[in-house]
């Protein structure tokens, strides 16, 4: 096992209402290593930090994005790795190289070959030994790449980076473009995502034959027990995420809008990014049908956990019009609360029809979100009860972040 750990993260550990998964990984990685550096990039005043475990140090570093970089980033056009990327979008992604491909390459380069030449100065002030360090990028962005360029310049360093969703999908963005996921394949040791369907896509695009590309999941840790629901004839729906066109929380309110005699509330915990435009229509439909429902707003990990705890949801409904693997669910199946989702992204992966919950259609109508409500609600008490055993199972097994972290540190002691 290495003796250092050089952890490049994103808002962690600066942000207390973000960063829950690298605050899981840092906690079970630390107490094998003897110095454990975190870089973070999204310093938020406003925010209490994490709390890092002992003998982790905490360091912040943003890339300078402003139109002098842009202009020295330039430079790299006359580079080795520049050309190969160029050959890699015409021969394997085939597609064009436009404006907007070479804008983003350039400029992502350019933030890499900085990020890695701060971790440079870090090793020397620290003493470190590029034999004895594995650089951990969380996130397959401008920071995996740096890993990618320190691995390349020094091949005895180990480095891996983990993948998530907007990571990994070329679709997502402007021009369908991504940088250098075939440079960094090449040099880091391991691609880690966190899905089957994300790694499958990224083995597909690439066309990769390295065997680098591995699914190791993450996941939530609970301490609550699982609990059973109390029968007070009122149905309790709970959904978690920010408010925003994808999440397409109006179909949520048209089909709780739609289950006529049923006595239901529900409860939303997120941020608002759509100025109000949801809670009106919250009060529009639901109000005058005299359905309870409040909107929570942003909560930290452990007060998501306390709400549901002391609540005790019977469903959880995601609408999303896109996802990765959603935390939210595996937070809600880790109570046992069975969840109801479009099949879109890795969801299907841990909601499986009719066993821990429903799956709709990628673009489902309100009128198809009321029918799967009423169809949990109509199953006999006994059904239910398994539904909820079978969610907790599901978590526990699959998506339990203590179970999941023992794995990946076995998979990573060689290295």
């Known amino acids: 096992m290495r003796k250092n750990l050089v952890f490049l993260s994103e808002r962690y550990p600066f942000q207390n209402l973000g960063g829950l998964w690298e605050a899981n990984e840092v906690n079970n990685l630390a107490p094998l290593f003897d110095k454990v550096f975190v870089i973070g990039a999204t310093a938020e005043q406003k925010l209490p930090p994490h709390v890092l475990p002992p003998g982790a140090e905490p360091s912040f570093w943003e890339p300078d994005r402003g139109w002098r970089q842009k202009l020295w980033s330039l430079r790299l056009i006359f580079t080795r790795i520049f050309f190969a990327e160029l050959s890699f979008i015409r021969s394997t992604l085939k597609q064009k190289i436009n404006y907007h491909a070479l804008a983003v390459l350039l400029t992502e380069l350019n933030a890499a070959l900085a990020l890695s030449r701060h971790i440079e100065r870090m090793m020397q002030k620290n003493g470190l030994e590029e034999n004895d360090t ?66 499958d896509y990224l083995i597909k695009k690439l066309k990769d034959t390295t065997g680098k590309i591995i699914t190791k999941k993450l996941g939530v840790a609970n301490q609550y027990p699982l609990e059973k629901n109390p029968n007070t004839g009122i149905l309790k729906v709970a959904s978690c995420s920010q408010i925003d066109h ?53 909560m930290p990990n452990e007060k998501v956990f306390e709400f549901y705890h002391q609540t005790k949801p019977d469903l959880f409904i ?61 199953l006999p008490e006994s059904e239910k009860n398994i539904m909820r055993e079978n969610a907790y199972k599901t978590w526990d097994e699959e998506y339990n972040a203590e179970k999941n972290s023992a794995g990946f540190v076995d998979f990573i002691s060689g290295l």
């Open 134 to 199: 594995l650089l951990y990028s969380f996130w397959n962005d401008y920071r995996a790449i740096a890993c990618a360029l320190l691995k390349k310049k020094h091949p005895e360093y180990a480095a891996i980076s983990r993948s998530h969703g907007g990571d990994v999908f070329f679709e997502l963005h402007a021009g369908n473009y991504l940088p250098l996921k075939h440079f960094m394949l090449g040099q880091l040791n391991f691609l880690f995502t966190i899905a089957d369907f994300s790694r």
């Open 246 to 298: 994808n999440k397409r929380l109006n179909l949520i309110i048209g089909g709780i809008k739609r289950l006529g005699e049923i006595q239901v509330e529900w409860f939303h915990i997120g941020e608002d990014e759509l100025d109000g435009q949801l809670m009106n229509l919250a009060a529009q439909e639901l109000g005058p049908a005299g359905i309870h429902y409040e909107f929570l707003g942003m």
């Open 318 to 378: 995601n609408a999303s019009k896109s996802e990765g693997l959603p935390v939210s669910v595996m937070e809600a199946m880790s109570f046992g609360i069975p969840v109801i989702a479009t099949a879109v992204g890795g969801t299907p992966e841990i909601v499986k029809d009719g066993y821990n919950g429903f799956l709709l259609y990628q673009d489902p109508t309100a009128e198809e979100i009321a029918e799967a409500i009423k169809k949990y609600y109509f």
